[in-house]
């Protein structure tokens, strides 16, 4: 293990470790889907584990850790967006061919977080926790802090508008290799 | 789930990459240390039953001690090289070390070619209070943290939501804008009207794009192999020399690209594993390589352009490295312990000759070179320097005062029509933006580079 100047300070809480070397890509990945790049999502995804840190055993015994992270890293990232400057942009997408699937993949990616970019934060939100991160309805809701019926309402909307999200539909007919 | 929620659950799955890195225990811990605000309850923010309002761990009786542990982390991390202990920078807006089980892919994105957007808002500048060189707010926008460049009497940088930017100097605004994705840490590369990102990093396949350098329009765009895969600790990969080809950090190799054309011209051979930074000399006459991992950076001189190397060192104490920015008398880059991290400019790239400048940052914050006005800046929590490119001899410093016992956070300067430029951010008011500064004499950059 590395060692860090003044950490040895902290009792690592049993199991903590094994919850993030297994669970950290999986919460990475939402926190990308969140936030559109990695280095906000590493933010995310630690600012969510330190916190969960000082009441692990609690959370244990619970058997809700993975929930109370994500809980953290949705009010964070609604926390965020609240606070930064988040103008729209103009853009405009000229068609094109590529020739290297490396092209169409990366392309594949950006439509993902441009649709993605079209939504309300919280419609955002939701549609990571229940289609990426497979939650129910109501542990969506227990995450959000919000009702089933704010879920429902929240998926459709978000549903209805990447509808027109340029792109997303060649993603979702597979037409574009992942 | 009806079928288009499943496809839509698919497209999510299929698509979202693989993180380039994991987060370690270390990391959290040490976010836990030097932001103990972390670790304190926000009633909204806990889940199904409520935990206790302060955990067993974090007690008002251990509050000071970790408070106490974030000073000896940070004073450790200004010690110097010689107390370097084990990396895991990571900072929130950079790319950084890798983690220990990282990943073997950098994923990215590459925006599609946009028209920019017009002018954003205004904002009127904000004095700072005790801000070193009377520094103002000039803008608001969140930016990654070292990607502030100057080029041709504009700013670029890359937006923390997504984009590319393109800043006026004069007003803080963004005048352009386009969706980019960063899938490794690079600042913006400018060469003639071109601004080159990396826009993939993944495996064996590199993607770099062209944005026009006044609308940011994509322009081109250019696979270039990297031979052996991607290093997953990529921090500066993408360089530009004096002539204005461009250098890429390419797997075990550095691939040497005409932005013209585009095409890629030379292919360079580092036998010292993979590339994960790279420099080019003003007078074209070396390239500096790092390789390495979390634990270990090696620093490769070749002599241009006959490809001999010239000289091969290591970090005396181990721990990551990159970022590097070459001057006339050597090369400059980064290091850090936890999540502080500082620089060292080492005379002729030879790292057993590598002293630190600047105090460097912490918290998970970056501290990068930056060569701009004729002088290298550097930034941080604690100072902001200006030091000679020949020599590495400090200049000038202005601390940075706490903002109500919080770290500021300058970003090293860049230089536009004889203003220097920082990125600042402080989490005690929550303000985040392009600060102007006016640097001493000193730092006018009348020394020969």
């Given at each position: 293990m590395d060692t860090l100047t003044g950490v040895e300070h902290l009792a690592e809480p049993d199991g903590f470790r094994d919850f993030v070397e297994a669970r950290s890509s999986a919460l990475l990945r939402s926190g990308w889907l969140l936030t559109g790049d990695w280095p906000s999502a590493e933010d995310l995804v630690q600012t969510a584990l330190a916190a969960a840190w000082p009441r692990w055993s609690s959370l244990r015994r619970q058997d809700a850790p993975e929930l109370y992270v994500r809980k953290i890293m949705v009010n964070t990232f609604l926390r965020w967006r609240q606070r930064r400057w988040n103008g729209e942009i103009a853009t405009g997408r000229l068609p094109e061919t590529h020739a290297y699937d490396v092209f169409a993949q990366v392309d594949a990616r950006q439509s993902l977080l441009a649709a993605l970019d079209r939504l309300p934060a919280r419609q955002r939100a939701v549609v990571v926790l229940r289609y990426?991160?497979?939650?129910?309805e109501t542990q969506t809701a227990e995450t959000m802090g919000c009702s089933v019926g704010a879920v429902k309402s929240h998926a459709s909307k978000a549903l209805a508008r990447l509808r027109d999200a340029p792109g997303l539909a060649e993603l979702m007919t597979g037409e574009v290799a992942s | 789930m009806n079928t288009e929620e499943r496809k839509l659950a698919d497209v999510l799955h299929r698509i979202t990459p693989e993180p380039p890195r994991r987060v370690t225990v270390e990391q959290v811990a040490y976010r836990l240390v030097s932001e103990?605000?972390?670790?304190?309850?926000r009633g909204r923010e806990?889940?199904?039953?409520?935990?206790?309002?302060?955990?067993p761990l974090f007690s008002r009786a251990l509050a000071p001690v970790l408070a106490a542990a974030a000073v000896v982390v940070i004073a450790g991390a200004s010690a110097?090289?010689?107390?370097?202990?084990?990396?895991?920078?990571?900072p929130p807006a950079a790319a950084g070390g890798p983690a220990?089980?990282?990943?073997s892919s950098a994923s990215a994105s590459f925006s599609p070619t946009q028209t920019a957007s017009s002018a954003q808002q205004t904002t009127p500048a904000t004095g700072l209070a005790g801000a070193p060189w009377g520094a103002e707010l000039i803008g608001h926008q969140a930016l990654v943290q070292g990607s502030l460049i100057s080029a041709d009497g504009s700013l670029y940088a890359i937006g923390n939501t997504s984009t590319l930017d393109r800043i006026n100097?004069?007003?803080?605004?963004?005048?352009a804008s386009v969706a980019y994705n960063m899938p490794v840490w690079n600042p913006p590369v400018v060469v003639g009207n071109t601004v080159w990102m990396v826009s993939s990093y993944n495996g064996g396949n590199i993607v770099l794009q062209g944005y026009d350098?006044?609308?940011?329009a994509r322009t081109s765009s250019l696979l270039v192999p990297a031979i052996g895969g991607v290093s997953?600790?990529?921090?500066?990969?993408l360089t530009s020399g004096p002539d204005g080809d461009l250098y890429v950090a390419a797997g075990e190799t550095v691939a040497v690209v005409?932005?013209?054309?585009?095409?890629?011209i030379h292919r360079i051979q580092v036998?010292?594993?993979?590339?994960s930074s790279v420099a080019v000399s003003p007078d074209g006459s070396k390239l500096y390589v790092g390789t390495g991992s979390s634990t270990s950076f090696r620093l490769v001189v070749f002599n241009l352009p006959?490809?001999?190397?010239a000289n091969e060192s290591t970090l005396p104490s181990g721990g990551a490295g990159g970022n590097l920015v070459a001057t006339s008398g050597g090369v400059w880059g980064t290091t850090g312990s936890g999540h502080s991290e500082w620089v060292w400019f080492a005379p002729n790239g030879n790292l057993a000759r590598a002293v630190q400048v600047g105090r460097g940052a912490g918290g998970g914050l970056s501290s990068f070179p930056s060569y701009s006005g004729g002088v290298v800046w550097v930034g941080g929590t604690g100072d902001v320097v200006c030091a000679s490119?020949?020599?590495?001899?400090?200049?000038a410093t202005a601390d940075i005062p706490a903002d109500h016992g919080v770290a500021q956070y300058f970003a090293s300067p860049v230089v536009s029509g004889g203003q220097a430029y920082s990125y600042y951010q402080t989490d005690a008011s929550q303000q985040t933006g392009l600060a102007r500064m006016t640097p001493p004499a000193a730092c006018t950059g009348n020394v020969s580079s």
């Open positions: 990426f991160a497979d939650q129910t | 103990p605000k972390l670790g304190q309850t806990s889940a199904g039953p409520r935990p206790r309002r302060r955990g110097g090289i010689a107390v370097l202990a084990n990396s895991h920078h990571n220990s089980s990282a990943s100097p004069a007003t803080g605004a963004v005048v350098a006044r609308t940011l997953i600790g990529g921090q500066g990969v005409n932005p013209a054309v585009p095409q890629e036998l010292a594993g993979k590339t006959s490809d001999t190397i490119p020949a020599t590495g001899q400090v200049l």
